[in-house]
């Protein structure tokens, strides 16, 4: 599907808002002089093909579609998207075909998710594709919550308390997926858990737990709010802790999708007075940060000129922070800025940063913890 310019074209009065919200945001970054420039002296593509390595209508495929038209109308010249849709492997196939074929002009850009970041962190040999080639453009974050049966307790003090008496059940798809931090961190609580693995999405998770099939259960903010948010308000599952969001010190806070939802390192410490650390904690942060920090990210060629790259983000950068992407966002993305640029940079090269022993030791703790192997 190639998105063209017409595609993305809006309302006239919705084309008076963009325009004063994009004059105001160049003058707020500062960028105006630096965007006439470039648009004077970049070579923009005409139609920049931008690979999904999902199939048509997943999250990251629609993702994708939502964020081409506000590049469109950005990027000077407007280029048209083509959403190139290539499943398979739970992403790998794709990322690899984009890594042995992508040009570095510009006019190839990759959409990857956790399922892409995982993979290459834990060294699965399917992988040949390697982050190191590639400069993010711009990331998406999301949040996740962990949440119990309420036989445990009421509210999450008991709920937790209960926890830690037994042993309780969670569904997940599988344990290198999304909810390998969250296996971690409830380790690290002392949780027993039980993961019986094999679900085909986190909605089925969700699904054994309102069947009193799981004592606790784990999902993504957009979920969450969507489908456990209900459950709550009726009495039926207890949140217990978020997993928080970064800051741009690389420091966990609260998430702001939850604010009065403490982190699981808030737990951590009201539980063993001391703030989280060591190897177990370094593990939980890495991929923490590359599945949810970063769930979503576009990447270019290494090799792409810089002008072109900064033309790319300095784009993103004028219409997030517009009214108008905001509220279409909202139920998009959730209450979530992207983040675009070197502070992208920053959080990828450290949480794909994994040394030989870090990669031992969570292979170990998977196999003795979850017989499971990488």
Do not use: C
């Amino acid at each position: 599907m190639t998105i063209h310019k017409t595609t993305t074209a809006r309302t006239s009065l919705g084309r008076l808002k963009k325009a004063a919200a994009l004059g105001l945001a160049i003058a707020g970054f500062g960028l105006a002089a630096t965007a006439s420039v470039q648009a004077q002296d970049v070579e923009v593509p005409g139609t920049i093909k931008w690979t999904i390595p999902f199939g048509v209508g997943g999250g990251t495929d629609v993702w994708a579609r939502f964020f081409a038209p506000w590049f469109s109308e950005h990027i000077p010249s407007q280029p048209g998207f083509m959403i190139d849709n290539v499943p398979g492997g739970g992403s790998i196939n794709g990322a690899n075909i984009f890594a042995m074929r992508a040009k570095s002009d510009g006019s190839d850009w990759l959409g990857t998710s956790a399922s892409t970041q995982y993979p290459a962190m834990l060294g699965d040999r399917r992988v040949r594709y390697d982050y190191a080639d590639w400069t993010p453009i711009l990331a998406t974050p999301t949040g996740g919550v962990v949440y119990a049966q309420p036989s445990l307790g009421e509210d999450p003090e008991s709920a937790l308390s209960g926890l830690l008496e037994q042993s309780v059940k969670l569904a997940i798809q599988s344990h290198t997926g999304l909810e390998l931090p969250v296996l971690i961190a409830l380790d690290m609580l002392g949780v027993e858990v039980q993961a019986v693995s094999g679900m085909r999405g986190r909605g089925e998770g969700r699904l054994a737990f309102e069947r009193g099939e799981a004592e606790i259960d784990f999902q993504t903010t957009s979920a969450y709010l969507s489908s456990v948010a209900p459950l709550v308000e009726s009495g039926r599952a207890v949140p217990l802790f978020s997993l928080g969001v970064l800051n741009d010190e690389g420091q966990i806070v609260r998430d702001p999708a939850f604010p009065d939802l403490p982190t699981f390192s808030e737990v951590y410490e009201n539980l063993n007075g001391e703030a989280p650390s060591g190897t177990a904690n370094e593990a939980f942060r890495k991929f923490f940060a590359s599945g949810f920090t970063l769930q979503k990210l576009i990447m270019v060629p290494k090799d792409t000129p810089e002008a072109l790259v900064e033309t790319y983000r300095e784009a993103a950068l004028e219409f997030v922070d517009t009214e108008e992407f905001k509220q279409e966002a909202d139920a998009q993305l959730g209450p979530y800025t992207p983040i675009v640029g070197d502070i992208v940079q920053q959080h990828l090269e450290d949480a794909m940063s994994l040394d030989d022993d870090l990669r031992e030791w969570l292979a170990d703790w998977l196999e003795t913890k979850h017989g499971a192997r990488i």
